[in-house]
């Protein structure tokens, strides 16, 4: 007898907490039980049961060259042929370390790391370490992973549950982080003119992804950089999502702005688990064993996620031209979406920064946490289950992003677009 959606649902909550490894996919922004998902090739993505659907989550943001590219698989299979974990060096963390540098001006040394969680904690310690301060800022709705210091107002998941952070951060450790409001300058100068020496860094979003898509103002992160430049406190870029997604490099190459550390993951994998931190030489150097401020990981710069990493890398080098095209596909799509909104008459309006997007269910604009939860949280929720029904995957929650890759196709964006007017139909 064929197993049922439920099934598999039933079977997971037996043995894994909540009957997922990340909250989000238990779908319950959107209610109803999670798809299982067999595999993916290209822009699809196959649920058990085999069922097709045009993919836009992509791993949460990583497969940019679409699902099981030719060329990285292959080099994960001739990578463990050799191996799959070693503990040692290797020539490929060289290599991919040299790319990166390559491709971002402001990184002069690297750090590997398993996930984007393990930079952005290495980064808060590194910045506390290297300035001898111990208050960090972030921004509200920002999500950095789900180290103690970064769980005070995020965006993603947290974002979705309603929750302001978690029980099990101690009240001391939440209290050494400030959460400010995105995109207000008046607040963030007010805040480093009352706390900027106590202050060891300030992470953002350059571009926010885990609210939805939020493009920061023009003179927003000008006057970050400007601010923590002045005040001695380490500007940390969290390109976990945009790095190497609009351009070979991070959103900072695009805008002219150099912070002192970035962390990296998603696309420097190739879909493998993976991150990294990268930034000024002077506070990498404190990184042990060089220094005094520690970080380890067995599984960090491993064979696997390396050699993916590198051939999805070098396989971006070559796509310099293409990255406007992608951008161009995606304002396609979201225009004829916006256009199918106002024509049925659904107050929506579409985010969308270069390949990445939100459909908010309001009139918008949306530029910070408080305007993004005004949308209609219920209205995104039908509009989900409705895509899925005619074959388009999204995000499971109304504060995430969607993404195209290069492997998404004109047809597919037709598909995708004629998808969404079946689906206003029945509202």
């Known amino acids: 007898m064929d197993k049922t959606k439920t099934d598999y649902f039933s079977q997971a909550h037996q043995v894994i907490s909540g009957g997922v ?23 699809k993505i196959y649920d058990v049961a085999g069922i097709e659907y045009i993919d836009y989550v992509l791993s949460w943001g990583p497969m940019i060259l679409g699902h099981a590219h030719t060329e990285v698989i292959s080099a994960i299979c001739d990578t463990a042929q050799r191996g799959t974990s070693f503990g040692a060096p290797t020539e490929t963390e060289t290599q991919m370390a040299q790319l990166i540098c390559s491709a971002i001006p402001s990184i002069e040394l690297v750090r590997m790391t398993s996930s984007g ?3 952005t904690m290495t980064a808060i310690r590194l910045a506390r370490g290297f300035t001898g301060r111990k208050l960090i800022a972030k921004f509200d709705g920002c999500y950095h992973g789900h180290a103690d210091s970064l769980l005070i107002k995020a965006g993603s998941g947290v974002a979705t549950f309603g929750i302001p952070g978690s029980p099990g951060i101690p009240e001391e450790i939440a209290q050494l982080t400030l959460s400010l409001p995105y995109n207000d300058i008046e607040a963030l100068q007010t805040a480093v003119d009352r706390y900027g020496s106590d202050l060891a860094a300030i992470i953002v ?16 992160l000008k ?9 001695g406190i380490v500007l940390i870029f969290d390109e976990v999502i945009t790095g190497f997604r609009f351009t070979f490099g991070g959103y900072q190459n695009l805008i002219g702005i150099k912070p002192d550390l970035t962390c990296l993951g998603k696309i420097i994998g190739g879909g493998m688990p993976v991150g990294a931190i990268g930034g000024k030489r002077e506070i990498l150097e404190r990184l042990a064993p ?6 380890a990981g067995t599984l960090s710069g491993n064979p696997l996620a390396m050699s993916a990493g590198i051939a999805t890398l070098n396989i971006l080098k070559t796509k310099s031209d293409s990255f406007s095209a992608l951008s161009n596909k995606t304002n396609h799509i979201c225009l004829e ?7 049925k008459g659904v107050a929506a309006c579409v985010n969308r920064v270069y390949s990445m997007f939100t459909i908010f269910f309001q009139e918008g604009p949306v530029y910070d946490l408080v305007t993004a939860q005004k949308s209609d949280m219920a209205l995104f929720a039908r509009f989900f289950h409705g895509m899925l029904k005619n074959g388009v995957w999204l995000a499971p929650s ?6 195209l890759s290069f492997a998404h196709s004109d047809d597919d964006i037709d598909f995708t677009l004629n998808a969404c ?3 206003l139909n029945n509202f």
């Open 337 to 343: 979406m916006e256009n199918l909104f106002k024509t």
């Open 117 to 119: 969680t393990e930079s």
């Open 205 to 220: 979003e350059p571009v926010a992804g885990n609210m939805g898509v939020i493009l920061p103002n023009k003179s927003f």
């Open 398 to 403: 109304q504060l995430e992003s969607a993404f």
């Open 290 to 295: 060089l220094g005094d401020i520690y970080q």
């Open 223 to 231: 006057k970050l950089r400007e601010l923590t430049e002045k005040n």
């Open 421 to 423: 007017s079946k689906t």
């Open 21 to 43: 490894n990340s909250p989000v996919r238990a779908w319950k922004g959107v209610g109803g039980e999670p798809i299982f998902i067999n595999k993916a090739q290209g822009s």
